[in-house]
Each structure stands twice: as C-alpha cells, then as structure tokens.
C-alpha cells in the first residue's frame, strides 16, 4: 500500500469522525490549522500563537473549536500541505472556518501571517481574513511567561481581526431566525441565487427588524440575515489593552503624580541639556533625538535669544524695546518655566514605553490618570508624549507654542525712550488680537485634553505603521526600465 | 471489497485534486540534504512557492505534496503527470555551497507554451544564507508578467462562464477590461475559480487576459529592502565591539576621540580613532593621513605664509601686518578645522569598512543618514556610503569656495556669487548623498543579480519534433 493510499484512509476516517461528532451543532466549527515554523524559535511562537488563538475562541464562545491536537495531528498527515489541499480536507470536515498561518524570521524580529478561511456560505473557500504583522524582539531572549504575553498579544489581534471580518448566515423560516444565536435588531435580508452549480450569490431585499430571532414583517422562506462578531471583536481589544496595562504598568501612585507635578519647572529649565544627553542619546532613540533636534531646537534658540536681549540689557544701551523683544523676553520665561516639559515627557515615556510594549518587567509613573490628566493640562502636547503618541504631540507642541507667542506678542508693551526726558515711556497691548489668541489657546487646550484622555497608550508589542513617511523617489527601475518620479506616503 | 476502498478513495482524492485544486507549478528541490543545507533549501522551496502565491499568477505545489496527491513513485514520472495534470512549469532547484558562499541554482521547464517563462537555468549567490532565499524570490517575481492569464473552464451559457482564476488571484467582483478590449463582469469569485460574464463567445480552453492585479515593482522593492536588512544586521559594527552600542561609539568617536587625535597627530590620528570603532586594523588610508595632515598643515599655515611670516599665527589677534581679508580667511580656516579632522576621520572609517568588510552604524537607514551627515560635514554622506572619491571632491569644492567667501568678504557681489555656487554644490550633494548606491563591495555583492545575465541555449517542446534555440539577457 502506498504512502498516498494510507494516508487517505485516515483522512476518511477522520473526516467521518470529525463530521459526524460536530453535526449536532450549529454554531460555526472552527479549526485552528497549522501555523508553520521553520527554525526552533519560529515553531515555538508559532506553537504559543495557535495555543492561544484556541484559547481565545474558546473564551469568546461563538465558535465550535475542534480538538486542536486532533485536528493538527491530521494535518500532519495529510497527503499534501498546500493550502488548497487544506481547504479540501476542511470542507470534507464540514468546518466553517479554517485557520492557516506562518511565522518566519527576519533580521530584526519575525514577520507572523495568519489568514482565514470561510467554508461555507457567503465564503465557500474564500480567504475572508488575513492578519500580517512584525514583532521586534527575538523570542529565545524572552522568558516563558514574557513570550507567552506576546504570543497572547499577537493572537488576540488576529482574533479581534477574525470576529470583525467574519459573518454567518441565519436562515429565515417561518419568518424566524433559526440557528444557535438569539439576535435582536435590524438586519439585511438576502435571497441565495444559485447561478451555476455551487456559484451562488447574495441579493439585498430590503431591511428587516428582529426581535429576539423574530420577524415582525413576512419575510420568504429560505431568505438569509449575516450576523457579524464587531462587539466581541471591540471586547477582545479592550480586554487585552487593560490586561496589558495591568500587566506592564506598576500600580499607580498618587505621589508619583505630585512628583512629577513638583518636578516640572526643574525638568523643563534643564530640558536643553537633560533630554539630549540622558534622554535620546543615552537610551540610543535618534529618531526622538533628530524630531527634538528639528522641533525644539528652534524654540530653544528663541529663549536664549529672549534672554541674552532681555529688558533690562537693552535699558543698559538705552535702546527701545520693541513689542517683539518683549514677547521673547516673556516667550523665554515661558519655555524655561513649562515649554521644555512637552520633551523631556518625550524623551523619558517613550523609553518607558519601548520596555513596556515588550513586557520589560513593570514601568513605573506610567499609566497614571492623574498624571495623564496633569500632562493635559500642562498642555504643548505633553499627554501624548505620555501616551507615546509623537505626531499629535508635536501638533500640539507648536500649535501651543505659536498660540502662546501671539498671546504675548499682543499682551506685549513696547518700551520707547524719551530722549528729552531720558525715560522709557510704555506703550499698550493689542487688547482684541490678545483675546482672541487666549480664546484659540483655551481652544487647543480643551482639545487637546479630550484627544489625551481619549487615545490610548502605544503599546502594542506589533509594529504598525503609523507615522507619515513622505518620501520623494528617483530612481531608473531596472526590472521596467521606467525613469520617474514616485512620492508615497504609509500611514 | 475492503481492499477497494483505499483504491476509490485515492481516485476520488485525485480527481477532486485535478478539477478544484489547481496546480500550476511543481517545485522540485533536488538539493542535497547536508545538515548545512537542509534548513536553507527548505526555507528556500518556500520562497519559490512564495514567490508565485505573491504574483498570484501560477499556483505552485511542492514536489512532495504531488507525489503523495499523484502517486507517483519515481521522480522520472513526475513529466508525465505534470501533463496529465495541466501543470504548466516545473521548477528544479538546488542549493549548495562552495567555500564561504551560497549558491542556489533554478531550472524552469515550462510544460505550456501560454506561460511567459522560458527554459533556463539560474544560479543566484550571497554569503548571508538569509539572503538566498530572498534572491531565488526576486528571480521568479521578475519572470512574471503584468499580465494575468486565465482559462475559460466551462461554458453556462453564451455569455456565462466558469474561469480557472479566483480570490487565489486576486480576482474580485467587478467589472474589468480585457487585453482585446472587451468587458468581462465577474459575477461570483469562488477560491480559485469564478464565474463571469462576457461579450462575444468563446470555446472551453479559451484564454482571457486580464491585467494583473499584483505590484511586482512593490513586491521586488521589498525583497531588496529585505535583504538590505540582512546586510544591515549581518555586517554591522557591533560584532567589532563585542556587545557596546556602535552608534554610541561613533558618535564618541567623531565628537571626542577622533578631534583630539587629529590635534595630537593630524591626518594620522583619524587612523587611530577609528581603533574606538573596535577595527584593530593596523594599516591606514595612507593617502587620507597624507590629505589629511596636509590640509592642517595648509590651514594653519596658508594666512602666515600669504602675509609672509610677519603675521600673527593665530586667527584671534588682528596685527597691523594682517589685512581685512587675510584676518577673515584666518579665522575661517581655523573654525573649519574641525570639520576637516572629521572628513580625514570619515575617509579612513570608510577604507576601514570596505576593508574589514562592515557596515557603516545606521545603515538600515542609510539614506536619511547620509543626508543628514551630509547636510553637517561636506562630503560626509558621499564617504558614509563608502565613496571617498566623491566626498572627497565636495569636502574640496566646498572648503575652497568658502575660503573665497571669508576671504572675499568685504566685497558684496563676490560673496554673494560665492555663496550661490556653495548653495548650489551643497544642494547637490545633498541629493547625490541621498541617492547614491553604497559602494561597499560586501554589500553590493549581496544585493547583486543572477550571476547569468545572458542565456544562449537551445531545448525542445516536451515530446513534440520541435526544437528551439535561444539567446536572452536579464535585467
């Protein structure tokens, strides 16, 4: 008997059993097919993924998973791994739903693919999900419980994609809803069109409202509903965000808050030197460094231009003093006492952060709603700086340094000498444009404080693109012998 | 009876495979499975399915999975069945290694005289065994057309057909334009099949031609980018410092060692500050010493010997003997010294590199970091990528002009003239600096191509009295 022959009588078998042990229900089956390593280290993250997208789907209660030793065991013994094989044998299976995936290794971490299959109506075979994404980290360096957090993290991502993506189809009979869900709502009735053997389409034919599986209107025999998972799909990213938090953030405390509160004149007085130095550099983040270097270092090169030509130096030289010299002046007390802290929050969470995506033992101040609450206030982008979110805080850095600049470029009274009297005689302020940069400031500011308290923290263990990245190409493309010009933008 | 059932069972699994699960690739590994290889080859067989399920054109199988589906028993079989089954390509490949460098040879039969590959044989190499993998890639996506060929599979009726392309291909439901021109509605997608609707009236077998729904710019783009990454991380710095952070070092190494041994020894002390980098070379850039401890030599000495010996030596204290122009053309040859301690530092790491067969700290990004170099230090980025040449001839043009701005400074019309042409020099440094290749051999080694960029040969169609002669080249 040949290979071929053995293993196709085992899979009979086990398509008999698996089908015949599942026909009692009508939830959909799902089976959590192989996740493919090459190396040790991509077969164990591979192994700790699919242990917990099981894991997660049991939880979640709407699917049927099959025994996901059972089921990888007649994988593995499949006559062929392709995926259209695997498809094959799942539908054999009567499954619903089949799970496919690889993890592979990259120079600087792993690249981990997971996609799913519909089997049965609306899908027949089609892919319906396909999760990619990278982790930074080497697995083999993290210790079991840290790998398993990531693993965990990782799979509830793609179980949130999965529950978000996916639909299945209610029959309607006797104007009520039958299956294993009790559903209440409005939904969109379809009629199934058979227009070749087995291509079958879904027709719209109008909305209908359902109340505990029934229908208040008379609706066809035979006609379906799509139910979708999007509030447990919600619930699985809300779930793992706060475990995450609870996990990686140390317990806050009140005094941290008053700490930082009382911390924050020093810290933005000494940020020209602190953040650089102890913050960027020691803790090796040159993209902070080269974002301070373009963003701050200008506003710090306008407080010591404010200080070097304060008031009282140009009194010395019995010059004017112009509504500009006076704003800088003011400007200059301002990033001394408050301006510099939107950085040096930058420099220090976002290190605080880096540890905490990767589940680095527990990160203290983080995490804290006082402090988060503080931060906002404080304004110049400091809660997202907090919160790991760099674009926003940067937006806010300067929309809140410009604001404040107008504010006291008008609040300003020029000093003009007297040469006949040799005496400054002061002028006034700009009373209207005044209010209306206090009222645009206030504005940013309530913004600002609601976008803080409503963003959550940067702290998926996932690389996702989500800076903007405006990069001009030229380039003569020797695969198409095309000269141009090409500008993309990810985000 | 009993006997039977695996016989059924095994003719219902082959005919299920042959009518809904395509194959139109067979890959064969015919490596020979060392310990050393067996890992790669079969990370490399998964870059070749990978490499057609990207393209989204052909749907690859590997050699085993057809066997095992097929019942073929020996491998001299495996033509015959690959006719039977409508496959269209066969591909062979081979990994092996020879003294520090990986080879991976590809053998493409095509079994179709619809599909765009030709009969050839490949051989790609790289000493990063990450990066083989990637390559065979590359050399299959560029094989691909923009084209996506579909079968028409069965007739419905006079406008409706089943066509053997589906989602697999990226097919979606929606109306697109044929390569004649024509409208083609596809109706309901199924995984690897669907059902359209068409004008005019084709015949089972008919082929239609859509445009393909894949990049393959994008996709080549990322595998170059990938096996940047290798390099990037292979030939870092850091195995040089065993653990210390190579990027912390540089900077110490620019900013601190490398000025203080320049004003020690001049030109010579670039040499030793590269040692900081953890090179433990003992041979420098002589050249580079010679430029650099000239340059010093020049800076300091240029405004003494212009006002003959009787003007001060140092750049702050203005005597009688210094003239206005001589006065500014000191104090800018001095405030550049440092910048030319650094170009002399630059040379020599650069040599070092290329040596020593590393990479540069940053090189991930290594463009925005060569601008960013450059927009600091003249030259700078043009070395960072490894082009002494060329940061050189910068350093040079824009140390001279400035010295003619310094030097030319009371007059309006010539500073400003002397200024536009450093602006512009610099402008385009900065540019060059962004787009140039970086010209460590090491590097471009495992960036490069195929190593046959021009095929002669000659073969024949299968079993058919036809026989062809060709001549090609890669690109």
């Known amino acids: 008997m040949n290979i071929c022959a053995k293993h196709t009588i085992v899979t009979i078998i086990v398509m008999y059993i698996v089908s015949f042990s599942f026909s009692v229900y009508a939830k959909p089956k799902a089976g959590f097919g192989i996740i493919r390593g090459y190396s040790s280290d991509e077969n164990y993250l591979a192994t700790l993924i699919r242990g917990h997208c099981v894991n997660i789907s049991t939880s979640l209660g709407i699917f049927d998973i099959i025994n996901p030793d059972n089921l990888l065991q007649q994988l593995q013994r499949l006559p062929c791994d392709e995926e259209q094989c695997i498809l094959q044998f799942a539908k054999q299976a009567d499954l619903q739903i089949i799970v496919l995936g690889t993890v592979e290794r990259s120079a600087w971490g792993y690249t981990i693919t997971i996609n799913a299959y519909g089997l049965d109506m609306p899908y027949y075979g089609k892919q319906f999900c396909s999760y990619s994404t990278t982790v930074a980290v080497n697995i083999l360096d993290k210790a079991d419980r840290e790998a398993s957090y990531i693993a965990e993290e990782i799979a509830s991502q793609f179980m949130a994609k999965l529950c978000e993506q996916y639909s299945v189809p209610l029959t309607i009979k006797n104007n009520t809803i039958t299956g294993d869900y009790t559903i209440s709502g409005r939904y969109t009735c379809y009629t199934v069109q058979t227009m070749y053997q087995g291509y079958t389409v879904l027709i719209p034919a109008g909305t209908i409202e359902v109340y505990k599986n029934t229908i208040a209107d008379s609706v066809p025999d035979g006609c379906v509903i799509l139910i979708d998972f999007k509030k447990e799909a919600e619930n699985i990213k809300q779930f793992y965000y706060g475990r995450k938090q609870e996990i990686v953030f140390k317990k806050p405390q009140a005094e941290d808050s008053c700490i930082l509160m009382a911390f924050t004149v020093p810290a933005s007085a000494t940020m020209p030197v602190v953040v650089p130095l102890f913050g960027y550099y020691a803790n090796e983040d040159y993209s902070g460094l080269l974002l301070w270097a373009g963003n701050v270092v200008p506003y710090i090169g306008l407080e010591l231009w404010g200080f070097v030509n304060r008031p009282a130096e140009l009194k010395k030289q019995y010059e004017d003093i112009s509504r500009n010299q006076m704003a800088l002046y003011y400007f200059a007390w301002y990033m001394l006492l408050v301006g510099g802290m939107p950085s040096f929050v930058d420099a220090f969470s976002h290190q605080y952060l880096q540890q905490a995506r990767y589940y680095e033992g527990q990160v203290p101040t983080m995490g804290s709603k006082t402090t988060e609450v503080y931060l906002a206030l404080l304004g110049s982008g400091s809660g997202m700086f907090y919160k790991g979110n760099r674009l926003w805080g940067y937006v806010y850095f300067h929309l809140t340094n410009m604001c404040v600049y107008g504010l006291l470029y008008n609040y300003a009274k020029p000093l003009h000498r007297d040469e006949t009297s040799n005496r400054y005689i002061r002028g006034s302020s700009h009373s209207k444009p005044m209010y209306v940069f206090a009222g645009l400031l206030s504005l940013i500011k309530i913004v600002e404080i609601v976008h803080t308290i409503s963003v959550p923290y940067a702290l998926s263990v996932t690389s996702e693109i989500t800076s903007v990245d405006v990069s001009p190409d030229f380039q003569i493309n020797a695969y198409e012998k095309v000269i141009g010009i090409s500008c993309a933008m990810h985000f | ?475």
């Open chain 2, 1 to 475: 009876m009993v006997c039977m059932l695996p016989v059924c069972v095994m003719l219902w699994i082959q005919a299920v495979y042959a009518d809904d699960m395509p194959v139109d690739v067979i890959i064969i590994n015919t490596s020979i499975q060392t310990p050393m290889i067996k890992a790669l080859s079969s990370i490399t067989e998964k870059a070749v399915k990978d490499a057609f399920v990207e393209c989204r054109q052909l749907v690859p199988s590997e050699a085993e999975s057809f066997f095992n589906i097929t019942g073929i028993q020996s491998p001299d079989d495996i033509i015959g069945k690959a006719h039977l089954y409508g496959v269209s390509l066969l591909v062979y490949m081979r990994v092996f290694l020879v003294g520090p460098v990986y080879y991976c040879e590809l053998s493409f039969k095509p079994m179709d005289s619809t599909i765009t590959f030709k009969e050839e044989t490949v051989t790609v190499q790289a000493t990063i065994a990450q990066n083989i993998p990637l390559k065979v890639k590359r050399e299959i996506i560029k094989r691909h057309q923009d084209i996506l060929q579909c079968r028409i599979k069965t007739k419905v009726d006079t406008r409706t057909y089943i066509i053997d392309t589906g989602q697999w291909h990226g097919l979606t439901e929606k109306t697109y334009t044929l390569a004649n021109g024509k409208q083609c509605a596809v109706k309901v997608v199924r995984r690897y099949t669907a059902l359209v609707q068409l004008d005019g009236d084709y015949i089972v077998g008919d082929m239609l031609a859509i445009k393909s729904t894949v990049s393959r710019k994008n996709l080549l783009e990322a595998i170059t980018a990938k096996i940047h990454e290798n390099v990037s991380y292979e030939r870092s710095g850091k195995e040089l410092l065993k653990g210390d952070s190579d990027s912390k070092r540089a900077m110490e190494a620019c900013c601190v060692v490398n000025p203080f041994g320049n004003i020690l020894l001049p030109g010579y002390g670039a040499f030793l500050a590269t040692h900081y980098m953890g090179f433990t070379h003992t041979e420098p850039e002589w050249w580079g010493v010679y430029a650099g401890a000239g340059a010093v030599i020049l800076q300091i000495g240029l405004v003494p010997v212009l006002g003959k010996g009787e003007v001060n030596l140092f750049p702050w204290i203005k005597d009688n003997d210094k003239t206005d122009a001589q006065h500014h053309l000191h104090v800018y040859l001095w405030a550049t010294l440092p910048v030319t301690y650094t170009v002399a530092f630059f040379n020599q790491l650069a040599y070092a590199y290329e040596k020593q067969r590393y990479l540069p700290p940053f090189f991930a990004d290594k463009d925005i970091t060569a601008l960013l170099i450059s927009a600091i230090v003249p030259g700078g980025g043009l070395f960072y990528k490894g082009n002494r040449l060329w940061g050189y001839t910068y350093w040079l043009s824009e140390f001279s002009l400035g010295g003619l701005i310094a030097y030319n400074w009371q007059y309006k019309s010539r500073r400003i003239l002397w200024a536009g042409l450093v602006s512009g020099i610099k402008l385009v440094e900065l540019f060059h600096a962004w787009v140039a290749t970086p010209v460590y051999a090491g590097y471009s080694y495992e960036l490069s191509h195929n190593t046959t960029p021009i095929n002669v040969g000659v073969g024949g169609f299968g079993t058919e009295l036809c026989f062809y002669a060709y001549f090609s080249k890669n690109y």
